[in-house]
């Protein structure tokens, strides 16, 4: 079966720290991969994808992921946290076969930037 | 990306009851879809929205519980039918595009059934 697997339920950084919240998948072939964000009460905001290309992806906010074809990870990373980070971040992966609407979504993972 | 808003943005509602939520996207869009987010859980996809024609549900979702008519490319609605407490949830739209990979997502709509 196919899925998305995010292993933290919460990451705590300390600000001005880096930060790392892992994503993992089993999906066949070479799937599309995306990270949101969900801040409390908001929808999802878009943060980044990999489509092709460089395995290092940079996105919104200053966040990047880099992917890992042998590890099959997609792992969202930042150089330096900030307080206003703080969010749920999900990880979601659209397989190439079984249409166009297939997003598969990871867990999520609350990530906590602490002063 | 578009801009896209839900109404209504929260409820309280009883059960027995039925609730329509609706979609509106500042832009024709090809895809449009409605996931489902129970309290402290992923997303999951209900159902693609098709422009005059029925939706395609997934797996676990029927027609009858949640009816989704979608008349143009920037419009969509979603009922949740015969509420019960198990439907409380944040039901969130989403669009996209065939030329483009990103799905965008609305604000969501927060509903609490009693």
């Known amino acids: 079966a196919q899925s998305v697997a995010q292993p933290e339920d919460q990451v705590n950084v300390a600000e001005g720290n880096p930060l790392t919240v892992k994503c993992t998948y089993s999906?066949?072939?070479?799937?599309?991969l995306f990270w949101y964000v969900q801040y409390p009460n908001r929808g999802l905001q878009f943060l980044l994808k990999y489509i092709t290309g460089d395995n290092l992806v940079k996105g919104s906010y200053g966040f990047e992921a880099e992917f890992n074809k042998s590890q099959t990870s997609f792992h969202l990373k930042k150089p330096s946290a900030l307080v206003s980070d703080s969010a749920l971040y999900f990880c979601a992966v659209r397989p190439l076969s079984g249409g166009y609407n297939k997003l598969i979504f990871g867990a999520g993972t609350r990530l906590a930037v602490h002063p | 990306s578009a801009v896209i808003s839900q109404k209504p943005s929260r409820d309280i509602c009883q059960r027995g009851t039925s609730l329509t939520i609706q979609c509106q996207v500042d832009s024709q869009v090809t895809m449009m879809f409605w996931y489902r987010q129970q309290p402290g859980q992923s997303l999951t996809l209900i159902a693609t929205?098709?422009?005059?024609?029925?939706?395609?549900?997934e797996s676990g979702f029927v027609i009858d519980k949640f009816p989704i008519s979608r008349p143009n490319l920037t419009f969509s609605t979603l009922t949740v039918s015969n509420m019960s407490p198990e439907d409380s949830s944040i039901y969130l739209c989403?669009?996209?595009?065939?030329?483009?990979?990103?799905?965008?997502f609305g604000p969501g709509t927060r509903l609490l059934v009693l």
């Open positions: 989403s669009v996209g595009r065939r030329d483009q990979e990103t799905q965008y």
């Open positions: 929205a098709n422009q005059g024609s029925e939706a395609t549900y």
């Open positions: 999906v066949s072939g070479n799937p599309y």
